[in-house]
């Protein structure tokens, strides 16, 4: 696909956002509320899926889930590494759709679940840095047969911590006015992103993401 939708929600408690468990709990319960909000207003457009024979085999187990898992990155390499198709994962790699397949169906049992905790060096310079030095305060929201729905961290904001991640990158001066913001106060905040092409298939069990963007566009198809 070469264009998609994206909402971002960023938040911030009275307190400030300080723990990445705030967030994620925050997350499940907007994620839960929307789903409930459109299965009670949108059942006639489920019983036309339904009489195509499309339905969602995990959207009922995903409402029904007592608990959403949260494993580190350290620990999902651990899983793949243990398996024979994933073995050789690399030090620091990233996660294919195929290795969240995996996860998902082999290891958490085709429940919906959170990877938390990547090495810094995957991540943008805005998140925040764990006590480890070595991770940051991110999420990624796995469901099955999707793979990931959404992304998201706390956000940096101990101003010498984020100049020197400015500074290694060499964009302080690019991005002086980020920094002030952290100079001259602020609470801490964290946010995340939800890909609503995904949300669609994820609630409705179409398996394409072409048929669940308005307008599709990819190679040879709707150019300019």
């Not at 030090?91 to 085709?110: K, S, V």
């Amino acid at each position: 696909m070469n264009s998609f939708y994206l909402f971002i929600y960023v938040f911030f408690l009275l307190l400030g956002l300080i723990k990445l468990d705030q967030l994620l709990d925050i997350y499940i319960h907007l994620l839960r509320t929307i789903v409930i909000e459109i299965q009670s207003k949108c059942q006639e457009e489920f019983k036309y899926l339904i009489n195509h024979k499309i339905q969602s085999k995990f959207l009922d187990q995903f409402l029904n889930q007592n608990d959403y898992p949260r494993i580190s990155y350290k620990q999902a390499v651990e899983y793949l590494r243990k398996s024979a198709d994933f073995q050789n994962f690399p030090d620091n790699g990233d996660f294919t759709r195929a290795h969240e397949n995996y996860l998902c169906e082999t290891i958490m049992n085709n429940q919906a679940f959170f990877i938390i905790n990547y090495p810094k060096n995957l991540k943008p310079f805005y998140m925040l840095i764990n006590d480890d030095e070595s991770t940051v305060a991110n999420f990624d929201f796995i469901y099955p047969s999707v793979g990931e729905l959404s992304g998201g961290s706390l956000r940096e904001y101990r101003y010498d911590h984020l100049k020197l991640c400015l500074d290694q990158l060499d964009i302080t001066h690019d991005l002086q006015w980020y920094l002030d913001l952290r100079r001259f106060g602020g609470l801490p905040t964290g946010g995340f992103g939800l890909g609503i092409e995904r949300f669609l298939m994820a609630i409705t069990g179409i398996d394409n993401v072409r048929d669940v963007i308005l307008f599709p566009r990819f190679y040879q198809h709707c150019d300019g």
